[in-house]
């Protein structure tokens, strides 16, 4: 805002460099899914040191229609222990796969005591419907079935506008 002030003072045009585009938020989405059939590796509390990896994938399943069924895959690498409390701090990346909208991808720094549950992981990105998404997503994982509570927002991009040129109305 301060740059952009200095340069209209100074008679310099600001305006979008070519190729980028402003978004601005249309909608959001919450999709309540339940992991089913999971198959796990290296879980958390079995190892613990700095460098120990655990993961898994399963199946999730949505409420609402028109999402429908898909995958979860999630890896994570112990990153730091302490034994009191017994904590784990890991960094994790999960993506979901659901094949009628497209694709999720999850990132967090995850701090867990032994015998809780419960995280929560950022949105990164996606692909088709879910491109240019942000939002998070809430892991519970007792009692069973696993659950995830995605919750979207949904940006438009508005077009690309090269400099010198007015903005389409």
Do not use: W
């Not at 100074?10 to 249309?26: E, I, K, L, N, Q």
């Not at 999709?31 to 879980?43: D, I, K, P």
């Not at 222990?81 to 990132?107: F, R, W, Y």
């Not at 077009?159 to 389409?168: H, R, S």
């Amino acid at each position: 805002m301060v740059a952009s002030a200095a340069f209209a003072l100074m008679g310099v045009p600001v305006t979008a460099s070519p190729g980028t585009a402003a978004t601005r938020d249309v909608g959001t989405e919450k999709l309540y899914l339940t992991v089913t059939g999971a198959a796990q590796y290296g879980y958390p509390f079995t190892s613990k040191k700095p460098g120990d990896e655990f993961g898994g994938s399963g199946k999730v399943s949505e409420r609402n229609t028109g999402v429908g069924d898909g995958k979860f895959s999630y890896y994570c690498k112990i990153t730091a222990v302490s034994t009191a409390p017994n904590t784990l701090t890991s960094i994790c990346h999960a993506a979901l796969d659901l094949p009628k909208k497209g694709q999720i991808m999850l990132e967090a720094l995850v701090t867990q005591k032994a015998g809780t549950s419960g995280f929560r992981m950022a949105v990164t990105g996606g692909t088709n419907d879910y491109e240019f998404v942000r939002g998070h997503a809430d892991f519970t994982e007792t009692p069973p079935p696993a659950r995830i509570v995605v919750s979207l927002v949904h940006p438009t991009k508005t077009p690309a506008v090269a400099p010198g040129v007015a903005a389409p109305r």
